[in-house]
């Protein structure tokens, strides 16, 4: 069974610096989609990123960023030139290729600070 | 276009109340899914469905049902409250065919006393 791991409860960043928020997943499959999802005090979903695992390019959303290494199975979130808005929580999630199980990982709680 | 609508935003039950939460979506898409969201254990699955008469249990099905019997509806029923059930819900759709972005609705703030 595929699993999602975030292993940062908490994070904090000031206004305009960069912060990198971690991912980690098991799988034994080699085709496979990962998402970050962003969840403002709002409590909609949204999703910020996603990355094909078959493309060894790092996807780019403007100021999101993805660090994909598929060998250590780590897929972690870049956020530059942090603003007061990214303050939210993140969702990384896994969803393998021809399913339809889109995984959650447990989240991690941004706070961006003037 | 509203995309996934959920109702209602917020609801309290007394513990052996039933109810349903509505999800809808106008997107044509032919999957959806009921999510659970719990401090620290982010969102579990729990039911889905690939297209009308098809569902599926996801990874905490119990004490929970659901239908399909057009493509645009999707309710999720509990139908003995308890006390655990007290959690935020979220439906999503996807359009399987074009491509991997599930789509939310705004969620269900559920508080079972």
């Known amino acids: 069974a595929q699993t999602v791991t975030q292993s940062q409860p908490e994070m904090s960043v000031q206004e305009a610096e960069t912060v990198t928020l971690s991912c980690t997943y098991d799988?034994?499959?080699?085709?496979?989609?990962l998402f970050w999802y962003k969840q403002p005090p709002s409590r909609q979903m949204i999703l910020v990123i996603r990355?094909?695992?078959?493309?060894?390019q790092n996807a780019t959303e403007n100021r999101f960023s993805v660090n994909f290494q598929k060998a250590a199975k780590s897929f972690s979130l870049k956020i530059s030139d942090s603003q007061l808005g990214d303050t939210a929580m993140y969702f990384c999630?896994?969803?393998?290729?021809?399913?339809?199980?889109?995984?959650f990982g447990t989240g991690t709680r941004l706070q961006v600070f003037p | 276009n509203a995309g996934v609508t959920q109702t209602p935003k917020f609801q309290v039950l007394k513990t052996g109340q039933s109810m349903t939460l509505q999800c809808a979506q106008d997107?044509?898409?032919?999957?959806m899914s009921w999510y659970r969201q719990d401090p620290g254990m982010g969102l579990r699955l729990i039911h889905y469905?690939?297209?009308?008469?098809?569902?599926d249990q996801g990874e905490v099905p119990n004490g929970y049902n659901v239908s399909r019997s057009t493509t645009e509806d999707f309710p999720l029923r509990l139908l003995s409250a308890a006390p655990s059930q007290t959690s935020v819900y979220f439906c999503?759709?996807?359009?399987?065919?074009?491509?991997?972005?599930?789509?939310f609705g705004q969620g269900t703030r559920l508080t079972v006393v």
């Open positions: 999503a759709s996807r359009d399987r065919a074009k491509g991997t972005e599930a789509f």
């Open positions: 799988t034994s499959e080699n085709n496979y989609y």
């Open positions: 990355q094909e695992a078959y493309k060894q």
């Open positions: 999630a896994f969803l393998l290729y021809n399913t339809d199980k889109l995984i």
């Open positions: 997107m044509n898409h032919e999957y």
């Open positions: 469905s690939v297209g009308a008469g098809i569902t």
